[in-house]
């Protein structure tokens, strides 16, 4: 490895996050550059070559969105990681639909910060350069400012499906979408739209399962005045009205055989006959579809084209269900309270509710979790959200988690954990070593850094506990989550 290639600049406004990576990095034995503006970064970056660019988004005169802009023009092969403590979902897709390579927020954890390093050295050699990103996000470079964080999430998977929404808007590319209902399908396929070129085209949207099978074919392709009785006009489907702009094809599982052969023929020549129709119509359109089913399933009970399964999931976006983003839900809830409160009445979450809500299953997904916030404002009208303005069975499912879920929770975290950790002679040690760390520092922050009183919770000797405090090098701190 040449030093060119281990070279890394730092682009910060803030001395002491300059500082802090600048240390960590050259331990490392990296050597570090570093900028405290966007137009000193570019200076540098004429007359140096780096293997990556640490790149903080929030700083006066040029911010990092915009230098983002500009390197990805003047240096296509550099790997830019853009830096906030703010991570909210327009951050991240604006991060990544500009071409950042990653997105880490602060305080930063350093294994992560090694790990994009060596992944980008890794890759160095057969990365190829974001062929024409840059070129079409200087046209989309003013991005509607009004989008609202409409998908909420600041966990991990949540994170990965703003990347890949980030990385695909641009793209015509058809997006297949899955996951339960509830999980905010549609709300992925709208923004998919409103970050993409056809923004200010149509987004049509249509559910297939709504629709019986003999309307559906005209509710999508339109009909010829006389096509059938009752057609006493000319219709326009949804494909025509679509043209230019993105089409959302929801619940398309539900959709019978032969019209999914109708479905595919537009895919592949982007022309469709209207019913009764004998000349064909050319349209431009995107096409975003999205099932609850199973269709790999379905494929192989003959009851989903393979063909067309594979026209659609060209980019593949699977949305997790609820209860597997239980971080999100506090997230959620009070996003739901700010749209759906009266704005003069001060509403706010219960400890009590938020740990109920937490806990809770969520077989109907985002949906269900809406409803209930809107069922306890009605009742609560101001003041705290308390467990008595929720429906009985959640009240209800607060021992049910306790007793009968605490297994089920502990079990995926637990093969979460050995996903990533399972190498031999540490696995034991390195779990212990978590469980640890994450119990004193929570029981710390409880009793305000008291040893004595932590000590006598965990029913163990206080220097045991000082040894151990030291060992992992914890520090009594307040672990509260920040809103996205």
Sequence with gaps: MTEKQNKILIVDD?????????????????????ASSGEEALKKLASNQYLMMFSDIFMEDMNGLQLLEQVRQVSPDLKVVMMTAQDTMNNTIEAMRLGAYDYITKPFDFDEVFRLIDKAETAQSVSAPASDLSDRNQEAGTQDKSITSSIIGKSKRMQEIFKTIGKSAGSDLSVLITGESGTGKEMV??????????????????????????????????????????????????????DGGTLFLDEIGDMELPLQAKILRVLQNNEFYRVGGKNPITVNVRVIAA???????????????????????????DMPPLRDRLEDVPLLANHFIQQNANPLARIYLSPDVERILSGYHWSGNIRELENVIKRALMLALS?????????????????????????????????DFLLNNNEEGTVYETLIQKVEKHLFEILLSKYSGKQVATAKVLGINRNTLKRKIDAMKISPKNHKSNGS
């Design 383 to 415: 003041g705290p959200i308390l467990p008595e303005h929720l429906p009985p069975h959640l009240q209800e499912d607060v021992s049910i988690d306790d007793e009968g879920q605490w297994d089920d929770r502990l079990d995926q975290l637990l093969r």
């Design 189 to 242: 396929a709208s923004t998919l739209h409103q970050y993409s070129h056809r923004k200010d085209q149509p987004f049509i949207c249509i559910n297939c399962a709504a629709i019986s099978r003999e309307l559906l074919e005209s509710e999508l392709f339109g009909h010829e005045r006389g096509a059938f009785t009752g057609a006493i006009e000319t219709k326009v489907g949804k494909f025509q009205q679509a």
């Design 291 to 317: 099932t609850n089913q199973n269709l790999a399933d379905m494929m192989n009970l003959k009851h989903f084209r393979e063909d067309l399964y594979h026209r659609l999931n060209v980019i593949h976006i």
């Design 14 to 34: 803030e001395e002491n996050i300059i500082w802090v990576l600048k240390k960590g990095l050259e331990k490392k034995n990296y050597l570090v550059h570093t």
